[in-house]
């Protein structure tokens, strides 16, 4: 499944009314860690049909930054049922991420 761009327009809908699990990163384009983690989240997506994953721009979309309280980036949160699950901040291997969702 291809990643989808999570706005504050389609959050509501995208995340907290959806039925699969989804892995939120948090990121900016000028934001050097953040692409080192771009390819390890789309290869999550392409190899997980079964979450949804989406990409939050932290510079265009600061109204959901504030809301979650995002500090760092990258930053992934993890939603199950509609409430965040888990979360990370930084770099983190792919191993990790599935813990997180799958856990």
Avoid: H, Y
């Avoid at 907290?16 to 771009?38: G, N, Q």
């Avoid at 390819?39 to 999550?44: A, N, Q, R």
């Avoid at 049909?49 to 980036?73: C, H, R, T």
């Amino acid at each position: 499944m291809s990643v989808i761009e999570i706005t504050s327009a389609n959050f509501k809908k995208e995340v907290l009314d959806s039925e699969k699990t989804v892995l939120l990163d948090f990121w900016a384009s000028w934001c050097m860690p953040c692409r080192m983690l771009s390819p390890v989240v789309d290869e999550i997506a392409e190899e997980n049909p079964g979450i949804k994953v989406g990409k939050v721009n932290v510079d265009e979309q600061m109204e959901l930054a504030s809301q979650f309280g995002i500090m760092s980036i990258p930053t992934l949160l993890v939603f199950k049922n509609g409430k965040q699950a888990d979360s990370s901040v930084g770099v983190v291997p792919k191993d990790k991420i599935l813990k997180m969702i799958n856990g």
